[in-house]
């Protein structure tokens, strides 16, 4: 080989690798990880009924086992987007800000199990007028804007233990008393130690309250 020529080789292999990665990036239909998102919209309790949820799931998981939900992921999910591309953010809260609902309390009254018991949830027997018109509001909306979302019906629960062994003995428990007064935009990402939320958006709930939104930084879970 000429003098110089392994040198001039090893740096044109060296200036041909980032190319090379450059067009896997830029090729049509390949999407880096970061650029979907994990997306749902849900009713997010303040940090009193927090705890009371998860007094509740420590008692389920003391009679049932299983593995009980963190105290700051629990929540109830008003819609569910699944993965979609983070430029879906925009579309979302452009879709729902004009949301406008009153503020409403839900008493959680009994609890339950899905999935051959493996999932236990606590719930109403008594489903507010104003929360079912909420889920049927930003249901539309964002159909309305193109999201494709579950087809069963509406069935408000928190969930408070997965991997149950076994199914809770009673099904009606004393209310515990949800007051409303917003809804949020969350983002979830799976992780080894569990789902890790973080709140994006927030809509306040009032008869008068426009639908604006307040942006949450941080919130995570």
């Known amino acids: ?3 110089g020529g392994a040198g001039k080789a090893s740096r ?14 830029e090729r049509p239909g390949v999407r880096p990880v970061s650029a979907r998102l994990r997306l749902f919209l849900a009713l997010w309790p303040a940090a009193a009924t927090a705890a009371a949820l998860y007094a509740r799931g420590c008692g389920l998981q003391e009679d049932c086992g299983g593995r009980l939900m963190r105290r700051d992921t629990l929540h109830l999910t008003l819609a569910f987007l699944g993965d979609v591309p983070a430029d879906s953010v925009m579309r979302i809260e452009a879709a729902v800000s004009g949301v406008r609902g009153e503020c409403f309390a839900i008493e959680l009254d009994c609890v339950g199990s899905w999935h051959g018991h493996r999932v236990l949830w ?19 909306r964002l159909r309305a804007a193109g999201f494709s979302l579950e087809a069963r019906g509406f069935a408000p629960h928190v969930t408070l ?18 007051p409303v007064d917003s809804f949020v935009l969350v983002s979830s990402e799976r ?21 604006e939104a307040s942006s949450e930084q941080g919130v995570n879970g």
């Open 161 to 178: 233990v997965r991997n149950a062994r076994r199914a809770p003995v009673t099904e009606v428990v004393a209310g515990l008393r949800w």
């Open 12 to 25: 044109t292999r060296r200036e041909a690798a980032p190319a090379a990665q450059a067009s896997e990036r």
């Open 191 to 211: 992780l080894p130690s569990g789902a890790h939320y973080r709140v994006l958006q927030r809509w306040p709930l009032s008869s008068s309250s426009g639908g």
């Open 1 to 3: 080989m000429p003098e």
């Open 122 to 140: 606590t719930g109403t027997s008594r489903t507010p007028a104003a929360l079912a018109k909420l889920a049927d509001d930003l249901a539309g």
